[in-house]
């Protein structure tokens, strides 16, 4: 049995996020319902109220593993009536937030925990009394929302969020990541009592339009023993060796712009070493403990036997162009390196889903060229309904004798984040999962999650230049495992309440970490055994060598964060009362912002003496290479047109959406999809003209299976009568020289599957004009 030697070592990362964002509402859309995460600021004069962001500062500082990180973002009211200020920013998914205060002019308030409804109500009932106050909830375990109210004119504002997390090592390599911008999630259709979303209603920025608010970061690293390696993919950066082990990392004056993208940094410890041990922190109630073990280098392993591989790939609208790209390469290279033992399958999603074969093929180089061209011929459209094809996936016929893969590959933008987990985790016996993230800013908690519920390992590319780098890790990880059957025993150390509870196997070169608390002397032994490719693997530390340090009091906020992010996953499964009332319990206990928890400050003045705040509208940016398809050309309309003096954003006139994959596989270009133009569009009185000609603009692409080979040029116009319920009840073909019965009658069965916005009082009438174009 090995002895581990005793490391330098402190704890935790935090990965801190933030951006600014802010959204538009009209009339029309009051009354829609979505969990799309926005940056809100309600106004009945936005051309003379305004609040927009001004910076957005971190402050980052690593000692070993422990990342605690100071996010600092400043607004001005430089309207000229108090204002209410909503908005919603993203954070890292592994992020325990523990603390906020927020500064207006000399008064600074600081935020108390309390449970969600309760801080609301005093959030509320403060906001009403003309007092300023703050509230911080919590929508997804990476997105936030922060609500300020009663900012008079000329006040700045400044909102200070506290954070930590423990960096973890893969394949040596230490990251740090800062979310700086939240993408256009689409809902999609969930189960009875979901709430439903076709498409994404917040607002967003064109694609290349920047925030006007600035960008600064700057990170301090304490590594504890000398760094080798520092690179920063994502952002310009300025670094600077201060010592060995102490490097500080400035973000470029010129990238001040860049909060359209995460913030990613890289580093190794010189000779690939890993910063590991047994961290220890004595506190007033409670002890807790953070165990670091680097298992055994992976060892090669000849003649593994074939593997069954389900590749499951989003192409619906918020994946045109820069992700969808990245797709492609990854998607070929791993595709074209099966080896011929292997079988595969592929299935195409976005509003729909559409298999290569309903039984997997075999690798052969037909076969795989066949589905390799499938793939490269998509352009990316329609919504992005996940679960459907995460069901569809599950249920293929599963060949005997084989090990069952799956591979998704997205960029994440949905909500439907906890359903997806619960049924990964309804069928952990049929295959492991591994999650692609595809693009500049993902949906981290869904690609980190399905991946840690289904047994596997999450890949995030934000360049088409690494596809081939992460598809080989892949590969290397699948042919040959670190370590299996993992057991972790405890002789002559007291503990209790370990997370986690089973360690899962290690498929990468990534350290075994284990929370927990103790009592009595930190004494005895800690071991760590577990299964290689060539026998067993046991080492072990001797808990005496490491002393508790009061540099490890993150590590309550560590450990009651991982416990809460384990009940949250599957938070839709039996008993969910008790795991709520679990999380809510854990989060008070340890001041931590949870979905059932959140931060509420209030000033005890009353500063608003003159009646209820009103509220200002910011749109937020795309994410860096996200096209507007991600949210819908039509609605950039509304947006517009409800915005002073700014260019109205017309979809009449434009393509409609690229190809969906349901005709991939049936001979349907995109050539010929994209032929079909919507010339005009108008609605009967008491309907939305913005958000039918978004529902047409998203299913008008179903007509090109009908109308192949006809003419281009031609037009002619078609008359549906809508139900209240959105869905179609008549479809007329008014006008136009479509001749042939057999092509108006396909129209006609076409359109009348087609879906509109429900919530009208009436039925309603909607008259298209379309055009082949030539």
Known sequence: MKRLTKRCFTAGVLVAMLLSVASWSFAQEEDARTLSPYFF????????????????????????????????????????????????????????????????????????????????????????????ASLLEQHRPNVFQMNVANILPGDEIRVELKYTELLIPTDRIYEFVYPTVVGPRYAGRGGPGKETSDWTANPYLKQGEASPATFDLALSLAAGMPVGEVSCPSHKVTTTFASADRVSIRLDKKDGGGANRDFILRYRLAGDRIAGGLLLHEGQKENFFALIVQPPQKIAIADLPGREYIFIVDVSGSMHGFPLDISKKLLADLIGNLRPSDTFNVLLFSGGSTLLAEESLPATRGNIQKAISVIERQRGGGGTELLPALQRALDLPRLEGS????????????????????????????????????????????????????????????????????????????????????????????????????????????????????????????????????????????????????????????????????????????????????????????????????????????????????????????????????????????????????????????????????????????DEARKIEVLSLTVSKGWSRDKALASVTRQVEDLASCLKGTANGTIFTVRLTINADGTVKTVFIESGNLKQATIRQCLIEKMKGWIFPAGAAKEGNITIRIKLRS
């Open 41 to 132: 600021v309600q106004s009945d004069d936005p051309a003379t109220d305004r609040m927009p962001l001004k910076a957005t500062e971190a402050s980052v500082s690593i000692a070993g593993v422990i990342a605690d990180v100071r996010v600092t973002q400043v607004y001005k009211n430089e309207g000229r009536r108090p204002i209410e200020a909503v908005y919603v920013f993203p954070g890292s998914t592994r992020a325990a937030v523990y603390g906020m205060k927020m500064t207006i002019g000399k008064r600074v308030i600081e935020a108390q925990i309390n449970r969600r409804d309760e801080a609301r109500k005093i959030y509320e009932q403060a906001r009403d009394a003309g007092k300023s």
């Open 403 to 670: 090990s069952r893969t799956m591979v998704m590959v997205t960029d994440g933008y949905v909500s439907v984040e906890e359903e997806a987990f619960d049924l990964i985790r309804a069928n952990l016996g049929k295959a492991n999962l591994f999650a692609f993230g595809i693009g500049s800013s993902v949906n981290r908690h869904l690609i980190e999650g399905m991946a840690r519920v289904g047994m596997g390992e999450p890949f995030v590319l934000t360049d088409p230049k690494t596809a081939a780098a992460e598809a080989a890790r892949f590969r290397k990880m699948i042919d040959r495992p670190v370590l299996a059957q993992i057991e972790v025993r405890f002789d002559g150390f007291e503990t209790y309440d370990v997370e986690p509870q089973a360690v899962p196997d290690v498929l990468a070169e990534r350290p075994v970490i284990v929370f927990g608390k103790w009592r009595g002397k930190p004494q005895g032994t800690i071991t760590l055994r577990g299964a290689t490719g060539t026998g067993q693997y046991s080492e072990s530390l001797a808990v005496s060598d490491f002393k508790p340090s009061k540099d490890a009091a993150a590590l309550k906020y560590l450990w009651a964060r991982h416990r809460i992010a384990l009940l949250s996953d599957y938070n839709s499964l039996r008993h969910r009362a008790k795991r709520v009332e679990d999380i809510t319990r854990l989060a008070l206990s340890y001041n931590l912002l949870s979905a059932y928890t959140s931060f509420v400050a209030v000033d005890s003045e009353i500063r608003n003496v003159d009646g209820k705040p009103v509220l200002v509208k910011q749109p937020l940016p795309l994410p860096q290479g996200v096209s507007n398809h991600a949210v819908g050309d039509a609605a950039f309309g509304p947006m517009m047109a409800q915005t002073a003096k700014m260019q109205r954003h017309e979809a009449v006139g434009r393509p409609a959406q690229p190809i969906s994959p349901e005709r991939a596989f049936k001979g349907v270009s995109e």
